[in-house]
């Protein structure tokens, strides 16, 4: 239980960096702007045409007498709604991460240097075009190991009362982690820490990876609240990634200066 407020920390000490570091929240604002424009496009879309499709890929429902007709399209269209909402909070990360990996890859050295005993950052030694294709490759695979978390658990939310108490709660649990997983990305990629490595890593520490991604995965159901978090994530998950590597890390004073005789938790 220990871990699980650690992570936490973790999530504020990021918010807290950024905060203090202005010029870098402005710019990792940026992918997550773009990304919340696309993805509010795409749903609006879906809101206006989706019955539309529905009724496109149900054509052998057109001779059905009413009610039944208005009951399953309808009830397609808020399956289909909802499927998309959940696969919006699940890829925005993976998406605003590919969208800025510039700026994200700035931003974590800078976290990284600021809280290294030693004033230095691990640095992956590939071209940029490289490591966007890693970040790619790797995102579309967790992307679609949650995806098939969510249709999982979106079938067991149709159990009476367990599909409304209990399979919320494990779904919130189980985007915490992948969350998390694509922020220590950023991190663990400049140390050349393999997919597998990664999650066999997190796995081990389960509970500071749910302290950490549990409440960014709530806050980020707002999707304004999502692009302000970001920055601060993306910091906060590369001072994790130092922890669960068992790299020294510098506590910060009140005015956001390295401590270099602390040692992270």
Not at 180 to 209: F, G, H, N, P, S
């Amino acid at each position: 239980m220990h871990d699980l407020g650690v992570g936490f920390k973790y999530l504020v000490r990021g918010q807290r960096w950024v905060s203090r570091h202005g010029k870098q929240f402005g710019f990792g604002l940026i992918p997550g702007l773009i990304t919340l424009v696309l993805y509010a496009a795409a749903l609006t879309a879906l809101a206006l045409w989706g019955t539309d499709f529905v009724a496109w890929a149900t054509p052998f429902a057109d001779d059905w007498s009413s009610p039944w007709l208005g009951l399953f399209r309808g009830f397609l269209t808020a399956v289909l709604f909802a499927l998309a909402l959940l696969l919006a909070v699940v890829t925005f990360t993976a998406v605003t991460l590919l969208i800025g990996q510039p700026f994200y890859e700035n931003l974590s050295e800078k976290v990284d240097r600021d809280v290294s005993p030693d004033g230095t950052a691990p640095e992956s030694g590939l071209p940029l075009w490289r490591e966007l294709l890693i970040s790619a490759r790797d995102s579309l695979r967790i992307v679609g190991r949650a995806l098939v978390w969510g249709v999982l658990l979106f079938a067991l939310g149709f159990i009476p009362f367990v599909g409304q108490t209990v399979v919320p709660v494990i779904g919130f649990f189980v985007t915490g982690f992948f969350l998390t997983e694509e922020l220590t990305a950023v991190a663990l990629q400049r140390r050349r820490v393999e997919l597998r490595d990664r999650l066999t890593m997190l796995r081990a520490r389960k509970t500071l990876i749910w302290g950490f991604g549990t409440p960014l995965a709530l806050a980020f159901l707002v999707p304004f609240v999502a692009v302000f978090l970001m920055p601060g994530a993306v910091a906060g998950a590369t001072m994790m990634a130092r922890d669960l590597l068992g790299e020294e890390t510098r506590e910060e004073d009140s005015n956001g200066r390295g401590q270099p005789d602390a040692v992270s938790w």
